[in-house]
């Protein structure tokens, strides 16, 4: 299955392919990867091209504290004495719970595509950035059509429906603005083509 | 060509799931169903359970015919538990807390396992170098505090090793059982169910505490038509299958039972001629209780004196096949709980059961090697349900445990090791590890333990969920629940001793490990590699299985190896063998070794501490659908009982002005509120007591559904008083009010929690 | 006393759309039998009456598949793929299309006019009976008693003629006054004969009276408002009895699903 | 013929919900709904007292009273007595709620109508639904009425008292209740005291 040139939509693909990327290393626990991306100033210019190429508003943020980071990291998606803000399930977005029928349906869309979790990665597979991570991989394998359901079908309902909680919970500067950011450029970024 | 329609079915194998569509088929119906073989873990029964896993995830458990703790069978929490382990709020990575952040604040960052194990190993190695080994205290409740409350704290040398499994609830009964019997009572409760013929419990509630075999035991019985005596405060489910019921009046239990000592000697019912062979101390015990007369119990226990001996000659005409069975949380008042579970014992042995069909059987539990290893420099006196080690810890160079001279018993007491976290008595602990253990929903004076946690220099906690206590560790550890993980061999003492294992269903979900790796790497990392010898655990659990001509891959196709035991005096015998412990090798009704220890050396009632005017004894016991206080965040469990009320009788409530169901507050005798709770106005309890179920009034938002749903006994448990025999707390002294004027919480369903409210 | 684990779902299960559909099924069954009167006297509005008919019937059944939890599945041509005489509902359906039928082609003037004329009766028969009916096979809910079998065709009909009366057709005002009164006594027959019935029964009007009984008496009392006004106060005349009808309709519906069982 | 009953020894059952939650998981019934629950009553006063402990679910009534007014026939009586639903055909009118004297059937999330079917997944495989198989109490028996040997006939036959749920409605239900503890039988019924 490709897709007709002709109704392509505006936005060439690699920005698919780019948000999502963008999205699987700003929800992963901050690691050194995160960390020399930022350092480097490689982060601040994926989102810069990005917002550039879908006139979504660049986010301003900063990460002025490294340690502060990883515990707001904790503290939105991971546990929280006050209750966790955006748990970073998929599932849970669609389903109301782990491992519902909406998870079932990514693990065998991602098998079916010829996605699975590698060995070192210890959560559920409907992790934000697992799956944005399985839509890189499947955009980079050429299957832009599987990456935008993932991207559309799973990541955008948890967009909508916890994104409020994090731009409210966060007190980093980084992961509110972001998601903020991520948020409205996943709703710019359509797959869909014209019928 | 357009993304949608046939491209759609295209990209999903079998469809995108639609709520519009049919309800798509049920579990059971799908062709990847799988099954393995478990032990519960939901409680402590560890029931055999074959867990059907079918897409990645466990769906249903059953208990398994071949399975003696299980026979096909089990209770609601069982069934139930499951959800725990899809609980979104659960602990999935190691943590810890944030440098310079204050203990309760809760501010962590992730950690890898090995960052965290070297967090934890430095502190170890910092307290050890400057107060030794001994001030690491090793809290462990569950399969794995095999690892962490004995054989961890074994190797790296601290005394203060301590279950809540002993001083909080089975102290009393091993203690009386071991100076009465030599033996412990094992892990369950060692009753010869199918011959007994008539039974009376003493605050034993059966149907609430769904201990499973022991309930179908007990309805078996019921059924065969034996007869039930329950003596209780309260009209318990138990009593409403009874025959007879003695609402006695509560802390008054021992009156009665050497009363009906009194009885069947004064009337010469006992049996005489086992007494004569299997007990010394019969003539020291006819004197003793000579004073003991139903008429003088009667004023004490509120029962009449008619009814005591009714009682007692129902017993005698039934025995041996009349049994008082022993029940498992003994605590109960403090100062004569210990004196209490004699006297029982000693009912028990005047009509000849013990060791007799229907009555007390014998079971030991089958011998395994265990992993080869080097001696373990000390054997921490942690106890647990199985019996209480009776080996005081004295060999230098290691100081005897903090909580030593307290009490006469030798298993280490929980709520004893707070008291130097605070004060340094008799030497500081400065670490603590808590595995599996709810400090602040088990241990009495919540307040003096969070003061203590705030001294300490090294707190772990490791859990499967963030409870209360959890989110005041410095590194937290996430367990693998039971469907996940391997754990080491369930040995069980029992009429017929069985051996079971537990396969993991499916990978951990996520970052978590089981309590065996946790050991062994934090082991290592101590420089305790030596006695971690072993590969992994299925290498370590093969190993064991070699020893008896198994192995690990038989028991997967198996999940029970069943032995033949040895449950009567007669079994003994034909093998001339003694399975009484005592030094004089007998039952000891009168006890040398008290006497030479000055303490008493047959039962002592003890009268009952009095409450403050217009306060009620605040008694607690169980839900047939919650474990303690672990299963509370559980949606399928909560949905059946959500929470909990407190019960006062019509005419106590008709009095307060207080109606069913009206919510209140209740108040202890120290001030300390709990609440708002619901009245449960009812018939079922006597007027100077009120009844809570113990384990729910959870405190953390982070677990949605448990927080705040109800009140909790344990944090109105600001006092107790040590049984100084046994070193049980006894927590039944503890007063508390009733305030009206509390706000109906409106607690949103449990189903609307779990699907929506991801944030309170 | 009594405490669950689990519950049983004693909860209500038919809601506020289910009493507007109540509503507006009283008004199109009322309009129908309007109709088929009509169109059998070959009154000279006959066709408007028709178009009124099939704009009711159809708001109605916009209103029950708006209702239904199974919207936006296609089950309900079950409805009629089935033959299940002992389903009012089911009775119901095939009345509310007998009569969309009759009605259109009565609207449209064509085709043999016995056949259309009988398949109004027919269908004003079941889609004013079938409300009542379907309330009262249930016995087990002691509040839907037989005698809705009667009173929810008159208070459908008392819908019909007030609303008639609103609009000014002269033949309306008598049959108002007769139907409200009807209504009125069978309101008073309802409870009568719950009052006194069986213990179950008395429960039941116990439970209802102490929840609604001020509106159940300020419905039939509004029944009772034509009668007295139709000469001075048309307006209000036409207006309240449609409101007492509803009324006293939605509060049987709601108050009957309880049952009294177990406590 | 086959004719599928339950017993419930309401003697020996302690109302510990294992049922309901063995059905929940099997049956996979969402939160907030329940094929099978536990009404536990108190009767009389201090210190006579007895308790009630009864599980409900639907009965399987011979005389069905929801089957009738289903107006699409989803609701159907199987051959060996099992009330069932064919959800394929189900509108959601709630017409069988209404009808059921026990509340036993409830209106599922996604717009059906659901409730105890004997687990008839299992029944069909000879198995016993899941309630009986996890009774820790044994109280629950199931199999064919007219067959003398199976469990439910025998429990029966020896029961010192049969009782089923408002008899006074004609269901004619198919599961019955034992040995209610109270001597005036169930509770609810026709009231009563100690």
């Known amino acids: 299955m490709t897709r007709d040139a002709a109704t392509r939509p505006v936005e060439p693909a690699d920005v698919v392919e780019q948000a999502l990327q963008l999205v699987a290393a700003t929800y992963r626990s901050p690691d050194a990867a995160l960390r020399a991306d930022l350092d480097s100033g490689a982060f601040a210019t994926a989102v810069a091209e990005l917002a550039a190429a879908t006139g979504v508003a660049a986010p301003v943020f900063q990460v002025t504290d490294w340690p502060k980071l990883q515990t707001t990291y904790v503290t939105l998606f991971v546990t929280n004495a006050a209750g966790v803000p955006a748990p970073p399930y998929v599932g849970l977005a669609l389903d109301g719970e782990l491992l519902g029928p909406s998870a079932e349906a990514l693990k065998r869309f991602l098998a079916h595509h010829g996605v699975e979790t590698a060995a070192g990665w210890h959560d559920l597979a409907d992790h934000v950035a697992a799956v944005a991570e399985a839509g890189v991989l499947l955009a980079e394998a050429g299957r832009d059509d599987a990456a935008c359901v993932l991207l559309e079908r799973f990541l955008s309902p948890w967009f909508q429906r916890y994104a409020p909680e994090v731009v409210a919970a966060d007190d980093s500067g980084f992961y509110g603005p972001l998601t903020e950011f991520l948020g409205s450029l996943l709703s710019e970024v359509s797959c869909e083509t014209a019928a | 060509m357009a993304l949608g329609g046939s491209a759609q079915a295209q990209l999903f194998p079998d469809g995108f799931p639609n709520p519009f569509r049919a309800p798509p088929g049920k579990w059971f119906t799908k062709d990847d169903v799988t099954t393995s073989y478990n032990y519960c873990e939901i409680c402590f029964w560890k029931c055999g359970i074959q867990a059907s896993v079918q897409g990645g995830k466990v769906r249903k458990v059953d208990g398994y015919e071949s399975n003696p703790k299980s026979r096909g069978m089990l209770c609601p929490r069982g069934q139930g538990g499951v959800a725990t382990t899809y609980d979104p ?47 690491v205290a090793f809290f462990g409740h569950g399969t794995g505090d095999a690892w962490f409350a004995s054989y961890l704290p074994g190797a ?185 579970m004699r006297s029982l014992y000693i009912v028990n042995v005047l009509l000849g059961n013990y060791g007799m069909p229907g009555g007390y059987y014998f079971c030991d539990a ?17 106890g647990g349900c199985g019996g209480g080690s009776t080996d005081v810890v004295t060999d230098s160079p290691f100081r005897p445990a903090a909580d030593r001279g307290k009490f006469f018993g030798t298993a280490t007491a929980v709520q004893e090791l707070i008291e130097p976290m605070l004060t340094g008595e008799p030497y500081p602990i400065k670490g603590l590890f808590s595995y599996g253990v709810n400090l602040f929903h088990s241990i009495p004076m919540v307040e003096r333990t969070k003061q203590a946690l705030k001294e300490l220099d090294l707190y772990v906690a490791i859990d499967i969920l963030p409870m209360e206590h959890v989110m005041w560790a410095d590194v937290i550890l996430p367990e693998s629940t039971y469907l996940e993980r391997y754990d080491d061999l369930l040995l069980q003492a029992y009429k017929t001793p069985f051996i079971s294992a537990r396969f993991p269903a499916h990978p951990p979900l996520y970052d978590t490990r089981g309590a065996f790796d946790m050991a062994k790497q934090l082991g290592e990392r101590l420089g305790l590699g030596e006695y971690f010898p072993w590969e992994n655990v299925e290498e370590y659990l093969d190993r064991r299985l070699s020893s008896i001509g198994s192995s690990l891959e038989a028991l997967k196709d198996q999940g029970t190896i069943v032995r033949r035991g040895r449950p009567y005096f007669a079994d003994w015998e034909r093998l001339n063998r003694n399975p009484i412990g005592t030094p004089s090798g007998k039952i000891e009704i009168y006890s040398e070794r008290f006497a030479e220890a000055g303490l008493d050396p047959l039962p002592v009632f003890v009268p009952p501490i009095e409450g403050p005017s217009g306060m009620y004894r605040l008694l607690y016991g169980r839900s047939p659908v919650h474990t303690f206080a672990r299963t509370h965040n559980n949606p399928i469990l909560m949905e059946a009982h959500g929470e909990n009320g407190v019960w006062i009788s019509t005419s106590e409530a008709a009095g307060l002005g207080i109606r069913h169901n009206e919510y209140v507050y209740l108040e202890n005798q120290d001030g300390v509120r709990e609440g708002p709770v619901r009245a449960y106005v009812t018939e079922r309890i006597r007027n100077d007591c009120v009844y809570l179920v113990h384990g729910f009034g959870h405190k953390t938002p982070l677990m949605r559904i448990a927080n705040g749903r109800g009140a909790s006994d344990n944090y109105l448990q600001t006092r107790y008083d040590l049984d100084p025999v046994s070193g049980g707390a006894g927590l039944r002294n503890n007063w508390v009010k009733l305030v009206k004027g509390a706000p109906d919480p409106q607690h949103p369903p449990v189903a609307w929690l779990a699907r929506e409210g991801s944030r309170a | 006393m009594t405490e669950f684990y689990g519950l049983p779902f004693s909860v209500h299960f038919w809601h506020w759309p289910t009493l507007i559909h109540f509503a507006l099924v009283a008004l199109a069954g009322g309009m129908v039998l309007v109709t088929a009167i009509a169109s059998i006297k070959g009154h000279p509005k006959t066709r408007t009456y028709a178009l009124i008919t099939m704009v009711l019937i159809v708001l109605d059944l916009i209103t029950l598949w708006v209702e239904s939890p199974s919207r936006f599945r296609f089950t309900h041509v079950w409805l009629f793929l089935t033959i299940t005489p002992t389903a009012p509902i089911w009775l119901g359906a095939w009345g509310l299309i007998i009569s969309l039928g009759s009605s259109f082609f009565v609207w449209l003037d064509k085709g043999p006019k016995m056949l259309w004329n009988a398949g109004l009766v027919v269908g004003a028969a079941l889609a004013l009976t079938y409300p009542g009916l379907a309330l009262a096979v249930n016995v087990n809910r002691p509040l839907w008693t037989p005698v809705l079998l009667v009173l929810f065709p008159l208070t459908g009909m008392v819908t019909v003629l007030g609303l008639a009366h609103l609009f000014k057709q002269a033949w309306a005002a008598r049959w108002l006054v007769t139907v409200s009164i009807a209504s009125a006594v069978m309101g008073i027959v309802y409870l009568f004969a719950l009052a006194t019935g069986s213990a179950e029964a008395r429960q039941a009007f116990e439970y209802l009276w102490s929840h609604d009984g001020l509106w159940l008496s300020v419905g039939i009392a509004a029944l009772l408002v034509a009668p007295v006004l139709i000469r001075r106060l048309p307006l209000l005349a036409g207006l309240v009895p449609i409101l007492g009808a509803t009324l006293v309709r939605s509060l049987i519906v709601e108050a009957g699903q309880a049952q009294f069982f177990g406590f | ?190 009231g009563g005291t100690l």
């Open chain 4, 1 to 190: 013929m086959t004719r599928l009953a339950m017993a419930i020894d309401l003697a020996s059952c302690v109302g510990c919900a294992a049922c309901s939650i063995a059905c929940k998981m099997e049956n996979e019934v969402p939160l907030g709904v329940n094929r099978l629950w536990i009404r536990n009553t108190t009767v009389g006063t201090f210190p006579n007292l007895t308790v009630e402990h009864r599980p409900e679910q639907c009965l399987h009534c011979e005389n069905p009273p929801c089957v009738p007014v289903c107006p699409t026939g989803c609701c159907f009586v199987r051959d060996d007595g099992i009330v069932d639903i064919d959800v394929k055909k189900c509108i959601g009118c709630s017409a069988c709620i209404a009808a059921c004297p026990y509340d036993a059937r409830h209106m599922l999330p996604q717009g059906y109508v659901s409730k105890c079917d004997f687990c008839k997944h299992r029944v069909d495989e000879g198995r016993m639904p899941a309630c009986v198989e996890t009774c820790p109490t044994l109280c629950r028996t199931f199999g064919d009425l007219d067959d003398p040997n199976s469990p439910v006939s025998i429990a029966i036959r020896e029961a010192r008292r049969v009782d089923v749920l408002r008899p006074g409605l004609g269901t004619e239900p198919n599961l019955y209740y034992l040995n209610t503890p109270a001597a005036f039988g169930l509770v609810g019924e026709t």
């Open chain 2, 366 to 382: 089958p011998v395994v090697e265990a992993y080869p290893h080097p001696a373990l420099p000390l054997s921490p006196a942690s």
């Open chain 2, 156 to 340: 790296w040398g601290s005394p203060n090793a301590a279950k809540p499994s002993v001083s909080l609830c089975t102290g009393p009964r091993e203690t009386a059982s071991q100076y009465t019997f030599g033996r412990g009572i094992s892990g369950h409760e060692q009753i010869d169910w199918d011959e007994t013929d008539y039974i009376v419990l003493i605050g034993h509630h059966i149907g609430e505490d769904t201990h499973n075999t022991q309930l179908q035991d007990f309805a078996l019985a019921l059924k065969r038509g034996a007869k039930l005596v329950v003596v209780d405060p309260r009209f318990s489910v138990a009593a409403s299958k009874a025959n007879d019921w003695l609402p006695i009046k509560p802390a008054t239990d021992t009156a009665l039972l050497l009363a009906w000592a009194n009885v069947l000697v004064e009337e010469g019912l006992y049996d005489a001629e086992y007494v004569d062979k299997y007990t010394v101390g019969f003539e020291q015990l006819a004197a003793h209780v000579a004073q003991y007369t139903p008429e003088w119990a009667a004023e004490i226990t509120e029962i009449p004196a008619d009814t005591i001996r009714r009682i007692a000659r129902e017993m005698a005409a039934h025995a041996p096949r009349a049994v008082l069975p022993v029940n498992r949380h003994t605590v109960w008042y403090g100062p004569d709980d210990m004196h209490r």
């Open chain 2, 89 to 135: 709020d659960r602990l999935k990575k190691p943590l810890i807390r944030v440098e310079g952040s204050e203990r309760g604040s809760g501010q962590y960052r992730e950690a890898s396992w090995d960052e965290a194990y070297d967090y934890i190993a430095e502190k170890m190695n910092q307290i050890k170098f400057e107060h030794g080994s001994e001030s």
